[in-house]
């Protein structure tokens, strides 16, 4: 409702209908009325408008999400994955987030109905999550797993003493997000201290 885009349209039909003896009315008012309308119908936008925001977050493996934005907010982006939106009212709005791994903070992105991003960085939230080393007994090995919070080396390191250690280490070539899966042979002494060292 640009009146610039209609202009010229009726600025030619109106040159049209003169240059062949058509008695018409001037299509300034047609303008005048679209001008006044685009002006009402921004400033009820602006009434309901809201900047983007996340407000709160809770749960764990499947995080509730809750939140302020704009009315040209369609969809969320986070942590790279799209995930649909459910609104409370014309600026509050709600999701689900499904995490497949334990994740430290959430990148949310605010996408428009088209896929674009909305103005604004990125917000970046911490979660807190609480990284746990878990150990299994595995054919003659043990398994360590651990959460990968952030993509880098880990280190796995053991000793048999924690008064006078003499940490051995077996550093994880790479990691991404997910669980780190280490195994080593079943200590022949005992005891054996174990601890994993984060990038």
């Known amino acids: 409702m640009q009146v610039q885009a209609v202009a010229p349209m009726l600025d030619a039909k109106y040159a049209a209908f003169q240059e062949h003896g058509v008695s018409a ?25 809201a900047a983007f925001s996340v407000t709160s977050v809770a749960g764990s ?23 649909p939106l459910t609104w409370d009212s014309t600026s509050a709005w709600r999701a689900t987030v499904a995490l497949a791994q334990p994740v430290d903070r959430l990148v949310v992105i605010a996408l428009d109905a088209r896929g674009e991003p909305l103005a604004g960085a990125p917000l970046e939230i911490p979660l807190g999550a ?48 997910g669980t780190l899966h280490l195994q080593v042979a079943t200590p022949t002494t005992s005891p054996v201290f174990y601890r994993v060292i984060e990038p």
């Open 130 to 177: 609480e990284a746990r080393l878990v150990v299994r007994s595995e054919g003659a090995g043990l398994v360590f797993e651990y959460p990968v919070l952030h993509s880098g080396r880990y280190q796995l390191q053991w000793t048999p003493s924690l008064s006078t250690p003499a940490w051995q280490t077996m550093t994880n070539p790479s990691a991404t997000l």
């Open 25 to 49: 009315g001037s299509p300034a008012a047609i303008k005048t009325w679209i001008t006044s309308a685009r002006s009402y119908i921004l400033s009820q936008i602006a009434r309901e408008a």
């Open 61 to 83: 493996d499947s995080l509730a999400i809750a939140g302020t934005g704009p009315l040209d907010l369609a969809w969320l982006e986070v942590n790279g994955a799209i995930v």
